[in-house]
């Protein structure tokens, strides 16, 4: 732990008495008024953090992890109002303090970095002056000199290296990663001794989520600034935080020691929590139907009944192959002012073959390629070059009418179930709609498949009356994949279909499609950036670079000998790999 | 960015030619014959009827008659009124007036769109903000003229603190009272759009990061909401400024204001083709014009929007 005999941090600040908690949070209940009454976030919530320690709270979305969070510093949603108990930070309750008497503690003693990298940087302003206008605010410099030294000192703290450099470029000009490092920057900038970092990589790749953490905890402790990290994740929570508070429903049900959490976890909950994450250690989920399932099971067990098959490559190799793709390239030209535009090879010559009734996971980070490789087979965009061939029919000289019919045999699920139903439709009519595009069936049939489709993803059929605001995440994603089984297909490419959801929404849905293929001999084309889900669903894995293929071959082999260092980097930053979780 | 005011620039060239082309038709095709029509009630005698037609060129077919305009038109001669007057001298004269007058209606109608648009939307669904809708919705739904000739009654002569109209010499402060009408009448867009993007951003991302920074409201309004609100405003405010240039024609008829929409109204009148046509051409480039810099000041207040 702390080392007594260091009196002071690296910014200069003298040490706050290790002894006495820096914040403590005690009965917190937070309210938020909606148009159906009072819906309470969080009810009776206590927890102590103390100087230099890093506290993790895990939860799925919901939990009021995060409403927590910006109940420590007052800026909860404009409905949401603090309703009971009390923050105490160095002591003082905060609660009744003032906005005025709030800009004081924010920044300066509680520092916070939001979730979202993309919107929470005014695009307006250049990254120095947000930077700049955080260190003014705070008293930590003055005089236009040293603002500036302090801000480009904070960025390159933060990761920025060339920040004397950037100062002056816009949000728009960085990248995702890029501009998280600049709002951690803001969030030290003040050197508070407190700082929230709310799912602060959540929107960023891995390999990115790796390098931000490890600079944000060697920052913190280089600081001794207390960090409160907010995550869905619970491998991220073990590796970086010492203490871990796990919510549900607004309540605390487990907090201690993290390692000892995940190792010996006590509450249900987070029993379950453990079991559904994806970890490396995980297998590939296999069809609960074969054994003896009773009703109530929950996901855990499911995960326990997989069993692993052990001629699973025999079987793939036996299978025809239902998806091929020989050199595919798909170019974009990319404008550079003028009339100048440069090439953009956004999918560089790969091939692949996927057997029938198995899965094939491509994977990589942002702008490698794999959703454009998505796209390509699915026919919504022409390849530049290549040819794919689904189930014996080629695209490319395909005429309309069959690629029409094509289309029929393949569907897609995206990742968004909160963008991909349209929100005027019903249930029933937004599951009905490809058959009626196809003109199967009548009315009455194509009611009754509605309902056939609605108890295969395992929803009560009323739903089909019901419109999307009224479902949750993991209820539209199921909606999502009736709707792309609707027509009866062979394959189904489903890009990040799993990404947007909570673990244990995503064991259930992962579940559900390890099911659907062994009932329907489904072909998987699974797009993900989550190693770790890969490991569960996969046969067989294409890791993309840069838009070609570094590295591919059946699931366990990568995951054990990985070849390539790229995919050996990307294996590495999955959080928490080398942990042993308990159940 | 030059290349990008080339192009547009360039994309003006048609656009100039279709507009003239069109209204030259449309006068060309309006009853009556102005030649005729000038010398009244009198038979004028065929020989000098002939003479001024060749005069004009209005002897030639249409079509000619245009190219031959467009001729003048280009070398920078615009033609003659039938008064004798130079076109070019007529439009110098009226064109400040409008110009002064539409400047001071778009200034204010800005200032007024802003300041209450912010009040509005930081009160939203308080007393100030319900008033304000209210008023909006009132002055919105009184037709301009009507709004013009009540100012006029009330406050230029029931009051006498306004002149009732404004005559040869237009200056800022006679024609201060129809600009506050004119912005009085469409301000309620402007303002609507700002009310609406301060309630936006007040519960944007960013906004909540600034004051978690430390920040007081009286930085965060003005630097991270007013600021970012101006973007819409501003691009209302610009379009509507080439549409008011245009549009003067029944303030300034209410007002006696030697403006170009009286100028024009009377050209109409008398049926003078090419003064219509000249000033109508003017209008078009200065309308394109003023577009152009709506587009360029976009890419000024937001970063994002460069122009290749």
């Known amino acids: 732990m702390t080392d007594t005999t260091v009196q002071t941090s690296a910014s200069g600040r003298p040490l706050a008495d290790p002894s006495k908690p820096l914040v403590q949070v005690k009965d917190l209940e937070v309210t938020f008024k909606t148009g159906t009454g009072d819906v309470h ?35 909860l949603a404009g409905n949401g109002r ?150 869905h994740d619970l491998g991220l929570a073990a590796e970086r935080a010492s203490k871990l508070i796990v919510m549900h429903r607004g309540r605390i049900v487990e907090s201690g020691d993290s390692l000892e959490i995940l190792q010996h976890p006590q509450h249900p909950y987070t029993k379950q929590l453990i079991a559904a994450a994806p970890s490396l250690a995980s297998r ?38 239902m998806v091929s793709v020989k050199d595919l390239r798909k170019t974009y030209s990319i404008r550079r002012g003028g009339f100048k535009s440069e090439p953009l090879h956004a999918v560089d010559g790969i091939s692949f073959e996927i057997h029938k009734g198995t899965t094939l996971a491509l994977v990589g980070e942002s702008g490698s390629g794999k959703s454009t490789a998505a796209r390509l087979v699915l026919g919504l965009e022409p390849p530049t070059e290549g040819e794919i061939v689904v189930g014996g029919q080629n695209m490319a000289g395909a005429s309309a009418k069959q690629l029409f019919d094509l289309r029929r045999r393949m569907q897609v699920v995206f990742q968004d179930p909160y ?31 509605v309902e056939e489709l609605l108890e295969q993803v395992a929803l009560p059929t009323e739903l089909a009356h019901r419109y999307p605001n009224e479902l949750s995440g993991g209820q539209r994603q199921r909606v999502a994949i009736a709707r792309a089984l609707a027509l009866k297909p062979e394959v189904v490419v489903l890009d990040e279909a799993v990404s947007a959801l909570d673990v244990l929404v995503q064991a259930q849905i992962l579940q559900l499609l390890a099911d659907l293929q062994e009932e329907l001999g489904l072909t998987y084309l699974f797009i993900t950036h989550d190693l770790a889900v890969v490991r569960v669903v996969a046969d067989a894995v294409a890791v993309m670079e840069q838009g070609k293929i570094v590295e591919a071959g059946p699931t366990d082999e990568i995951f054990e000998n990985a070849q390539q260092p790229y995919t050996q980097r990307l294996l590495d930053a999955i959080p928490g790999a080398g942990i042993e979780f308990g159940n | 960015m030059l290349m990008y005011v080339v192009r547009r620039l360039l994309q003006a060239i048609p656009v100039f030619l279709g507009t003239t082309f069109l209204i030259y038709f449309m006068v060309f095709s309006m009853p009556g014959d102005p030649i005729i029509a000038l010398f009244g009630d009198k038979t004028p005698n065929p020989a000098v009827l002939a003479a001024i037609r060749e005069q004009y060129n209005l002897d030639e077919p249409f079509i000619v008659q ?23 001298d007529v439009l110098s004269r009226a064109f400040p007036v409008t110009l002064k007058l539409v400047a001071m209606a778009v200034v204010i109608e800005f200032i007024l769109a802003v300041v209450i648009g912010l009040i509005s939307g930081l009160r939203k669904g308080g007393i100030i903000d319900n008033a304000n809708l209210v008023t909006a919705l009132v002055l919105s739904s009184v037709p301009p003229f009507v709004a013009l000739f009540v100012a006029q009654y009330f406050i230029g002569i029931k009051l006498g603190w306004a002149p009732v109209t404004v005559g040869a010499n237009a200056t800022w402060g006679s024609m201060l009272l129809p600009a506050i009408v004119i912005a009085l009448t469409i301000y309620v867009t402007g303002m609507r759009l700002m009310r609406g993007s301060v ?13 978690a920074k430390g920040l007081t409201a009286r930085r965060i309004i003005p630097v991270h909401v007013a600021r970012n609100s101006l973007i819409p405003v501003v691009t209302n405010t610009a379009a509507s400024f080439g549409a008011l240039i245009a ?62």
Request: aromatic share 6%; net charge negative.
């Open chain 1, 41 to 75: 976030a969080v009810r009776g919530v206590s927890f102590d953090i103390y100087p230099g320690e890093t506290v993790a709270i895990v939860g799925e979305s919901g939990s009021g992890k995060s409403t927590t969070a910006t109940a420590l510093i007052k800026l």
């Open chain 1, 82 to 231: 603090i309703s009971g108990g009390k923050v105490l930070v160095e002591g003082k309750d905060i609660t009744g303090y003032s906005e005025r008497q709030m800009a004081s503690v924010r920044g300066g003693v509680i520092g916070y970095v939001p979730q979202d990298p993309m919107s929470n940087l005014n695009p307006v302003w250049s990254v120095g002056f947000q930077v700049r206008e955080a260190i003014r605010a705070n008293g930590v410099a003055s005089g236009r000199k040293d603002i500036q030294a302090k801000a480009i000192e904070v960025l390159q703290q933060a990761g920025l290296a060339d920040a004397e450099r950037r100062m002056e470029q816009y949000p728009h000009q960085f990248s995702g990663g890029m501009r998280q490092r600049v709002l951690i920057g803001i969030g030290l900038g003040a050197d508070p001794k407190l700082l929230i970092a709310d799912e602060p990589t959540s929107a960023l790749d891995v390999t990115v989520q790796k390098v931000i953490l490890d600079h944000l905890e060697s920052l913190t402790r280089e600081l001794n600034t207390a960090l409160l990290l907010i995550t």
């Open chain 1, 284 to 321: 590939r989920i296999h069809s609960s139907t074969g054994a003896a399932v009773t009703e109530g099971v929950d996901a855990i067990d499911m995960l326990k009944l997989a069993v692993k098959h052990e001629d699973t490559e025999a079987v793939i190799e036996a299978a025809p192959v």
């Open chain 1, 419 to 449: 963008a991909s139903l349209d929100p005027q439709r019903s249930i029933g009519a937004i599951i009905a709609e490809p058959l009626k595009v196809h003109g199967v069936g009548d009315r009455v049939s194509r009611h009754a498949r």
């Open chain 2, 66 to 88: 245009y190219f031959l305009y467009l001729q003048n038109l280009v070398t920078g001669n615009l033609g003659v009124t039938f008064s004798g007057q130079e076109v070019v």
């Open chain 2, 199 to 211: 309630i936006e951003a007040q519960s944007a991302d960013y906004v909540r990061t600034a004051a």
């Open chain 2, 247 to 308: 549009g003067t024609t029944v303030t300034e008829g209410i007002f006696n204001i030697p403006g170009v929409g009286k100028v024009l109204y009377d050209a109409i009148l008398r049926g003078e083709n090419a003064t219509v046509v000249s000033f109508v051409t003017i209008l078009t480039i200065l309308y394109v014009i003023v577009n152009i810099l709506v587009d360029l000041l976009y890419a000024v207040l937001d970063p994002r929007i460069r122009y290749v």
